[in-house]
């Protein structure tokens, strides 16, 4: 049996502002470090045989606390990035709501292609599960531990099971540095066995921010 562990990394001060960061390059803050830190040996005693990070910086740092306790390497792929949140990048999310009205009541009634050049929901889980399923075939059998993001966890585990939309809408967000856990079989293909697994912290925040 093949079991992922997606990982949404530590916390940022633009996770703590409502700071829209989307594929912007944001580092963890002293929280978010902790957080690693504290969820780095509950995930180590899973027995990890690979580590795999978005490149972006708060997934790698994240990442790099359980390769300090493991000893294992850290492998990066692009594709575990955040959703690319077009022109609302950097901006608080009042701001968007103020200069793309429109837009943001699509995006938060559930449109998965709002407008305002941000990534489609399709476009994002296909690309995620299929990082996911790079990482299962690199390591049948094993466990595997993608350190990634709010948004981009939902939509890959959700792309990965089959789920249509208006299922994983239901489904609540990762808290930081929270994780969610897959397993495939032969038998029975890939199944959810986990969801929101870790510490208790404080509530998780909005995924695009």
């Known amino acids: 049996m093949t079991r992922l562990i997606v990982w949404r990394h530590g916390n940022t001060d633009w996770n703590a502002a409502n700071r829209v960061q989307g594929q912007t390059d944001v580092p963890l803050n002293e929280l978010g470090r902790d957080q690693a830190r504290a969820a780095a040996p509950l995930l180590a005693s899973l027995r990890p045989d690979a580590i795999v990070s978005s490149d972006l910086g708060r997934a790698a740092e994240t990442a790099a606390a359980l390769a300090a306790l493991t000893g294992l390497g850290v492998r990066t792929d692009a594709r575990l990035r955040e959703r690319h949140f077009g022109r609302w990048q950097g901006l608080h999310l009042t701001e968007v709501a103020e200069r793309f009205p429109g837009e943001y009541a699509r995006w938060r009634a559930g449109d998965p292609a709002p407008g305002a050049d941000l990534e489609p929901l399709h476009d994002l889980g296909e690309r995620v599960a299929a990082a996911f399923l790079a990482a299962a075939d690199a390591t049948p059998g094993g466990t595997v531990v993608l350190a990634t993001h709010g948004g981009a966890s939902r939509q890959g585990v959700g792309h ?4 249509p939309p208006e299922v994983l809408r239901t489904i609540g967000s990762l808290a930081n ?8 079989d ?3 293909g890939w199944q959810l066995r986990g969801h929101n697994v870790g510490l208790v912290t404080a509530p998780a925040v909005v995924d695009a921010v």
């Open 186 to 188: 032969d038998v029975r």
């Open 160 to 163: 990965l099971l089959g789920w």
């Open 177 to 184: 540095c929270h994780w969610t856990e897959v397993r495939h």
